[in-house]
Structure formats: C-alpha cells, structure tokens
C-alpha cells in the first residue's frame, strides 16, 4: 500500500520539468516529508484545453486531495462532501470493475510525483514490546518517482457555480523483489516510457499497464530504515529521512 509519502518538488518546477501548464495557485506546495490522506497533493494529468478541445491534449499539473471523492458522494454540508471510506490507495488489479474508480480508469487517470514512500515493519524491543519501525523506498540514483493515480472531480450539484473538488487515489499492486520485504503491497510506479499510453485522456488505458511489474522494473528502488519521527503525521521536515544511530538498532530484510 502507499499511505505516507515525501515529496520536495513545488508546481512551478515540475512545471518547467515536464514542459507543463502549471494550473495550481502554487501555494502550500512547500517540502513535505510526511504526505498523508487528505492533503493537498499534486498530480501529473493530460487534458484538452477547455475553450479549444480541438487543440492537441498538454501536461497540466493539478492540485488535488488525496483520498477519491466519487462523484456520486452526497454533501454532508453545502460544498463539503460527506464523509466515507477513505479512497487513498485503489488496487490496480481491481480498479476497473469497482465502482468508486471504474470510471477514473476510462478517462480520468494521472500520475502522483514523490521523492518515496514509508512503510513500516513491527518489531519487537528487548522487552518483547512490539513498535513499529519505518522504512522509506527510493530511487537508488535520486530521481523522482511518478505513480500511477486516478482522479475525480465533485461537484455539490445543490449549489449553483459550487467550485469543483478534485480528489486522487494512488494505484497499489503485489509488491515484487526486495519490496516484498517490507510489504506485500507496493505503489505502482509508471516508467516515462508509459506516460503518453497512461495520461492519454482520449483512448482507455492498454490493460497491461496495470499488470504487476517485473521484479527488474523496481531493482533501482533502494530500502532505507529511517527515524520514527515520521511514525507521526505532526512531524515534517528532512530529519524524518536521517540516518538511523547505531543505538537504534537495525532489522534484517534479508
């Protein structure tokens, strides 16, 4: 599964990056270490421009809450929708025959940057307490990863020029080589080379790319043990990504 995540980008460089539009407001987009559920996240999309649909679809990078909204939700209050399961991961073998991302998968799909991802492993201390201590996946050589997401727009339709709330969820697959080591779920990450198949906003998705990678296609994701700071959501800032002391022990993923 993938439910904390960092990321250090902001719009204005993805944007430069990607050779995209930058449709955020671009605030609120400073270094975050500690992503989670709700939060306002950005995401990697395709789409027509709206006043001139003729003209060929272009990167855009959104602002989003994580966690789906589908867009049948009902308002808890005008303009907020009510509560429900929290939708922040989908499973990719799943998604296309359940009804809260069916529809996502046929034309709404994007991509969610992160520098990683935090799972956890509980261990027990020389007491035989048991805790849970974290880990944090990335690249071996630094490079940004970019995950396969769906998207959905809601609306309060009570409410006349209601403003939109667009919400994202982040495809989840069976985890494959050493990933397997810290959990039997990984995020599915999709290769630049699958980009222009997977945003395309006017044909389906081929099916395969919601297949479960090969072992190779994640053998340059790298397992680090990290502080326990960020076992806390209240906690943010690079310190959660520092070197675990001696002191704190290590555990065997072998």
């Known amino acids: 599964m993938c439910g904390r995540y960092a990321t250090t980008t902001n719009p204005a460089k993805l944007a430069v990056e990607l050779d995209a539009i930058d449709e955020t407001d671009d605030k609120g987009f400073d270094p975050n270490y500690n992503v989670a559920p709700t939060n306002r996240v950005l995401t990697v999309v395709e789409r027509h421009d709206r006043d001139h649909p003729e003209d060929p679809a272009a990167l855009r990078i959104r602002a989003m809450r994580w ?8 308002a808890a209050e005008p303009g907020i929708p009510a509560k429900g399961k929290p939708l922040f991961n989908a499973r990719a073998d799943k998604a296309a025959t359940t009804a809260s991302f069916r529809d996502a998968v046929k034309k709404r799909r994007c991509l969610v940057p992160m520098d990683g991802w935090y799972e956890w492993i509980t261990d027990t201390d020389g007491n035989g307490k048991a805790f849970k201590r974290p ?120």
């Open 67 to 74: 966690g789906l909204i589908p867009p049948w939700t009902k």
């Open 135 to 254: 880990f944090f996946m990335s690249r071996g050589d630094g490079e940004r990863l970019y995950m396969a997401g769906l998207w959905s727009v809601w609306r309060d339709r009570e409410l006349e020029d209601a403003p939109p709330i667009l919400s994202c969820t982040i495809l989840t697959t069976d985890a494959v080589g050493d990933l397997t080591k810290v959990h039997d779920r990984m995020p599915l990450a999709m290769p630049r080379s699958h980009w222009d198949a997977w945003l395309d906003p006017d044909h389906p998705a081929p099916a395969e790319l919601l297949e479960t990678p090969s072992p190779q296609s994640v053998s340059d994701i790298v397992i680090r043990e990290v502080p326990s700071l960020v076992n806390s959501v209240k906690n943010n800032g690079p310190d959660l990504l520092g070197q675990v002391t001696e002191q704190a022990g290590q555990i065997s993923l072998i």
